[in-house]
């Protein structure tokens, strides 16, 4: 395929770019060197290989979900300006 001047416009266009002359025609240059790097890999064999979406073979890295304590709700409202019983009360921002 081949990064014709149409389209390196179509994609200023699409992306909402004003581009001069000149880095059109440096990002046409570029494309053309990306889609050949490309070519070269689609040409490897890859029969055998498993397809994978991540390097690495873990399953899952979380922590275990346990239940702990929290910090004391009391506690934490204790040094609020204002508060009701659960929660901090602030002034209104949106009408």
Do not use: W
Not at 59 to 69: G, H, K, P, T, Y
């Amino acid at each position: 395929m081949k990064f014709n001047h149409e389209l390196v416009s179509y994609l200023e266009d699409l992306s909402c770019l004003a581009l001069s002359e000149d880095e059109k025609a440096t990002l046409q240059s570029d494309l053309e060197k990306i889609l050949n790097h490309i070519q070269i890999i689609d040409k490897l064999d890859t029969e055998g290989v498993i397809p994978r979406s991540h390097p690495f073979d873990n399953v899952n890295a979380f922590r275990e979900d346990v239940v702990v304590s929290s910090f004391d709700r009391e506690l934490i409202l204790k040094n609020a300006p204002e508060k009701n019983d659960e929660m901090f009360i602030v002034p209104k921002t949106v009408e």
